[in-house]
């Protein structure tokens, strides 16, 4: 079976296009924009539509629909005086407590909603009506956790991976959530609605040009400086496209297409679609781990790991592919800069721990002391490796004593340099300052770059904790 997302949609949740798209140029825009959506997702072959709504927020766990035949009248709590919105949908009740047991077997807190009034929430509704207006794909509803991070909404868009293949199902994935997310918070005439702020209109584009290139994972990565520049620090923008990029695939390679932008209400409202491709833009490492395994908090990153459940096998009446053997022993100190790759920390091996490369990046900030050794254009700058050097050795510290382990217990170390001849007599000095009297062995090796802009790495073997020293 081939990946299970066939379509992945990006449509905004408020009722305007529904209801009034007459009273604005922009919401009949968007509304055209639906259209031009649904007939994609008609086109697309897929055998049902999954809905993630950032306007249906749950906060313990998340909640599946899985009512058969969800029948109201629905009412925006906000823009009630739009008018009334009667529906009837078709629900993947099979898929939906699929999606469910796959979610808690892999440590979330997941329950299936089925009874009748269950009040779907604005966004769904809109989506739904829009989209697929005759039912002719059955669908499922998935609510937004208002406190998840990251990986916990990467692990949510794996359990979905997980119950299609079980079920060898197709699915277009849609995402309702407008970009920037300001509302008005006085009342507008319909011809005075417009962007919020400047910055919104900035961010709002520099999204829109990512997605129309395919560059789902690089939006999904975008989210830390976003949230660091708007002047609303809220994720609820970030979550769907975490979501999304868990579901369809953590990489560049899409065809993208906007079909519509305009402002919804002061939000930046688009409809956006991205098709699976051989081309990309390039995808790049990243300094975000790739979790698959939800382990009851938020800081999901610590602690042992723990194995993922058997994803279905892709073919039929084939049993399903094993789960990874269970570890114990990988480390993700939160401490420490977060790598760069799909890899931990650290890894124990009997006595023995084997810490993945450590370069010098500032935790939390990844600021790279003494400078970095290159622009953004690639061009060489000038550059501290003392101040590297040590920021390095205590990253390495960290980590052990993550481990329960300590600086002291170090017994080889490798380290790579991009100019010996430039940095070693600095590197040496430092080195020595906390090296010296724990006598390690070392290798010292050139090579001509690292994965970011630093100068040195190094690469650690210590003794475990618990192990008397020799």
């Keep these: 079976m081939s990946h299970p997302i066939v379509k992945s949609?990006?449509?905004?949740?408020?009722?305007?296009?529904?209801?009034?798209?007459?009273?604005?140029?922009?919401?009949?825009?968007?509304?055209?924009?639906?259209?031009?959506?649904?007939?994609?997702?008609?086109?697309?072959?897929?055998?049902?539509i999954v809905v993630y709504s950032t306007m249906w927020p749950s906060v313990i766990g998340h909640q599946m629909q899985a009512r058969p035949e969800p029948e109201w009248v629905h009412v925006d709590d906000i823009f009630h005086g739009l008018g009334s919105i009667p529906y009837r949908f078709r629900m993947d009740a099979d898929l939906a407590h699929a999606w469910?047991?796959?979610?808690?077997?892999?440590?979330?807190?997941?329950?299936?909603?089925?009874?009748?009034?269950?009040?779907?929430?604005?966004?769904?509704?809109?989506?739904?009506?829009?989209?697929?207006p005759d039912n002719a794909l059955p669908a499922v509803i998935v609510s937004s956790n208002v406190y998840a991070d990251r990986a916990e909404t990467i692990v949510l868009g794996k359990a979905l991976l997980d119950a299609l293949e079980e079920q060898g199902k197709t699915a277009c994935a849609v995402v309702v959530s407008t970009l920037s997310n300001r509302l008005f918070t006085d009342w507008i005439e319909p011809h005075e609605d417009r962007i919020h702020s400047p910055k919104d209109e900035e961010w709002n584009n520099k999204l829109l040009e990512f997605l129309a290139d395919g560059r789902l994972e690089d939006v999904a990565q975008l989210s830390r400086v976003i949230h660091n520049q708007i002047r609303v620090h809220k994720v609820v923008n970030f979550k769907p496209m975490w979501w999304l990029a868990a579901v369809a695939g953590q990489h560049n390679r899409f065809d993208g297409a906007v079909h519509?932008?305009?402002?919804?209400?002061?939000?930046?409202?688009?409809?956006?679609?991205?098709?699976?491709?051989?081309?990309?833009?390039?995808?790049?490492?990243?300094?975000?781990?790739?979790?698959?395994?939800?382990?009851?908090?938020?800081?999901?990153?610590?602690?042992?790991?723990?194995?993922?459940?058997?994803?279905?096998?892709?073919?039929?009446?084939?049993?399903?592919?094993?789960?990874?053997?269970?570890?114990?022993?990988?480390?993700?100190?939160?401490?420490?800069?977060?790598?760069?790759?799909?890899?931990?920390?650290a890894r124990r091996v009997g006595d023995l721990l084997y810490l993945s490369g450590v370069g010098s990046r500032t935790p939390g900030t990844d600021a790279i002391p003494g400078g970095p050794v290159r622009d953004g254009g690639g061009n060489a700058l000038d550059y501290d490796i003392e101040a590297q050097t040590r920021q390095c050795i205590e990253n390495v510290r960290l980590i052990l004593e993550a481990s329960g382990s300590s600086l002291d217990r170090v017994v080889d170390v490798t380290a790579f340099l991009i100019d010996m001849d430039r940095d070693f007599a600095g590197y040496n000095a430092v080195y020595r300052e906390y090296f010296e009297p724990i006598q390690a062995t070392r290798t010292t090796l050139a090579i001509q770059a690292l994965p970011t802009p630093i100068a040195v790495e190094l690469k650690v073997v210590a003794l475990s904790g618990d192990v008397p020293k020799p």
Aim: hydrophobic letters at 40%.
């Design 9 to 48: 949609v990006i449509v905004p949740g408020l009722p305007h296009p529904l209801l009034v798209p007459e009273q604005n140029p922009g919401w009949q825009q968007i509304r055209d924009g639906f259209e031009a959506a649904r007939a994609e997702i008609a086109a697309s072959g897929a055998d049902v």
């Design 260 to 345: 519509a932008y305009a402002p919804l209400f002061g939000t930046g409202g688009a409809v956006v679609t991205l098709t699976p491709s051989a081309s990309s833009v390039g995808d790049k490492e990243f300094d975000e781990d790739d979790v698959d395994v939800y382990r009851g908090d938020r800081n999901v990153l610590d602690g042992p790991s723990t194995p993922a459940p058997a994803r279905a096998s892709s073919t039929p009446g084939a049993p399903a592919a094993p789960a990874p053997p269970r570890d114990g022993g990988t480390v993700h100190a939160a401490a420490a800069p977060k790598p760069v790759g799909a890899y931990p920390h």
């Design 100 to 132: 469910v047991d796959r979610a808690r077997g892999r440590g979330l807190m997941a329950r299936a909603v089925d009874y009748h009034g269950f009040p779907i929430d604005t966004g769904s509704v809109v989506a739904l009506k829009l989209l697929n």
